[in-house]
Nanobody, 117 residues
Framework: QVQLVQSGGGFVQAGGSMRLSCVAFGNNFKIADTDMNWYRQAPGMQRELVATITSRDNTDYAGAVKGRFTISRDNARNTVYLQMNNLKPEDTAVYYC?????????WGQGTQVIVSS
């Protein structure tokens, strides 16, 4: 069993920055051993993959956020982060961290990010 607990989020003006955190809990579960992802879901839209960090620390980003968002992790804290810079109103969404273990998906509880123009 894996539990992902998110923090961060809220209101920010366009051009501002925000950092989301996702702490993982679970027996012997280590984020260092698996891929971690951030997704987002805007109102009326499908959930979309925003960023991935692999167990080998390779990162990948959706085109819309490349160059503005950075995914990283602190293995000692079992925490993955999403640093979001130069935020735009179209970044407004509920953000989720996600991982999968033994072909089962685990999601964080979701964090609202609202970017005002």
């Amino acid at each position: 069993q894996v539990q992902l607990v998110q923090s961060g989020g809220g209101f920010v003006q366009a051009g501002g920055s925000m950092r989301l955190s996702c702490v993982a809990f679970g027996n012997n579960f280590k984020i260092a051993d698996t891929d971690m992802n951030w997704y987002r879901q805007a109102p009326g839209m499908q959930r979309e993959l925003v960023a991935t960090i692999t167990s080998r620390d390779n990162t990948d980003y959706a085109g819309a956020v490349k160059g503005r968002f950075t995914i990283s992790r602190d293995n000692a804290r079992n925490t993955v982060y999403l640093q979001m810079n130069n935020l735009k109103p179209e970044d407004t969404a509920v953000y989720y961290c996600k991982t999968d273990v033994s072909y089962r998906d685990y999601w964080g509880q979701g964090t609202q990010v609202i970017v005002s123009s």
